[in-house]
């Protein structure tokens, strides 16, 4: 193991044992080099007054070297902000930008205890560099049972981790707090837990209210008290789409502070919650009130960026830099929320009329992009694919009995046919 690693090691071991002990073999490795290309060429652009041969970029006329034809359609933008690497950690301004959104969301985050957001090549990447640093083979990662299939490839495939999963339902159709807390002490002899609450919640579209995030925060400090170091990561993917009654803040802002066998991870990104999904921009954010726990868990974290895409694209970090500076941001973005909301809304009221009878319920959903159909008598797959051959339709089959719809993905006016056309797919194969 390098001196850089032991380092950082012998930081995390001194001010959060806790945190050290959640590393994986690959955390406890991991370090960013200080000597070497980047370190060097960094010191060489604030120093190199004459002449700067140091990284591997082309320049012309004071200007990174570019292309007329890709500039012309860039022509807003200066190439400095474009065709020039974005340092591992990503746009410093892009990071302090959303550092200041973070706490406008989240208000219970003024208090501070989490560190600078980390630029990620979206939350898929985020999520990767928390399996890379705290799963090793066989560490329980926690989720409920109507979940993300991303996250069996980026933590059991990948890593060897053990899916761990629960129902996301209670039987009075509310988050199942009990069984997220039977999942967690049950690895009170491991002593380790990942847990990833993802809301709002992809395939559901379900937030939990107050009460509910209560409960969540409770189950996690039961675990923490029985001796379970809990990496609690929030995949907050779809955040701020929150149509009803429901959380309206990150559970990051209450995990932040709540016990020192918790390390809060926030994953999130302009991805979704911007509309900007091919711009491949997210973030990664680390809670602890030791500023040296901070900086040790973002030197590791850039050493997993170095050695895996060594930094994030560039344009796409000045895009939604630009966007978030924009005095329309606000006002463009409440426009397309109320969209939304309203799509949400009018597939709530069509599954509400009782116009399609028996033949399916839906899992509960208030937030997000999407719903799940509980199919009564014929399978999902069945309908998906008789929509998909029939009737030109998309659908997504989970399960036995479970359609993913997007209604995210179709206009307000159109989503009656939609339902009609769904149902009368379904009525088709009881038929049959």
Not at 5 to 10: P, S
Not at 201 to 208: E, I, L
Not at 309 to 338: C, D, R, W, Y
Request: a negative charge; charged letters at 25%.
């Amino acid at each position: 193991m390098t001196l850089l690693a032991q380092q950082l090691n012998e930081t995390l071991q001194k001010d959060s044992p806790n945190i050290f002990a959640m590393l994986s073999n690959l955390g406890k490795a991991i370090y960013f080099p200080k000597e070497g290309i980047l370190s060097q060429s960094a010191e060489a652009k604030s120093k190199a007054t004459k002449f700067n041969a140091t990284i591997g970029i082309a320049t012309e006329g004071g200007q990174p070297m570019h292309l007329k034809l890709i500039q012309d359609t860039l022509s807003a933008y200066n190439p400095k902000d474009l065709y020039e690497y974005a340092p591992p950690g990503g746009k410093p301004e892009l990071r302090s930008a959303w550092r200041s959104k973070m706490i406008k969301d989240n208000p219970s985050l003024e208090s501070g205890g989490f560190g600078n957001p980390i630029v990620t090549n979206a939350l898929t990447h985020g999520l990767s560099i928390v399996a890379d640093l705290f799963a090793d083979q066989g560490d329980a990662v926690v989720i409920p049972n109507k979940n993300w299939e991303n996250y069996e490839l980026t933590f059991g495939v990948r890593r060897g981790a053990n899916i761990v999963e629960y129902p996301l339902y209670n039987e009075d159709v509310r988050f199942n707090s009990e069984g997220l807390r039977e999942a967690l002490l049950a690895q009170k002899d491991k002593g380790k837990a990942i847990v990833i609450l993802n809301f709002p919640n992809n395939p559901t579209g379900y937030t939990p209210d107050q009460q509910e995030g209560d409960e969540i925060i409770a189950a996690i400090r039961d675990a923490a008290e029985a001796g379970v170091n809990v990496v609690a990561v929030t995949d907050d993917a779809y955040f701020g789409l929150f149509f009803e009654n429901s959380l309206q803040e990150s559970l990051f802002s209450r995990l932040a502070e709540l016990h020192p066998r918790v390390l809060a991870v926030k994953v999130d990104g302009a991805t979704k919650e911007e509309y900007v999904w091919g711009f491949r921009v997210g973030f990664i954010t680390y809670a602890s009130q030791s500023a040296s726990t901070l900086a040790a868990l973002e030197q590791k974290t850039l050493g997993i960026i170095r050695s895996t895409i060594s930094s994030g694209p560039h344009p796409s970090q000045t895009f939604v830099l630009h966007a978030l500076q924009s005095p329309e941001f606000e006002g463009q973005k409440a426009e397309k929320f109320e969209i939304m909301k309203g799509r949400a809304n009018r597939v709530k009221s069509l599954l509400d009329s009782g116009r399609y009878g028996d033949v399916w319920g839906y899992y509960p959903f208030n937030s997000g992009y999407f719903m799940c159909l509980k199919l009564n008598k014929v399978t999902a797959e069945e309908v998906r694919t008789h929509l998909l051959n029939e009737y030109g339709i998309g659908t997504i089959a989970l399960g036995e009995t479970d359609l993913r719809v997007a209604f995210s993905c179709i206009e307000e006016e159109d989503l009656e046919e939609l339902y009609d056309t769904i149902y009368k797919a379904v009525t088709d194969l009881i038929k049959a």
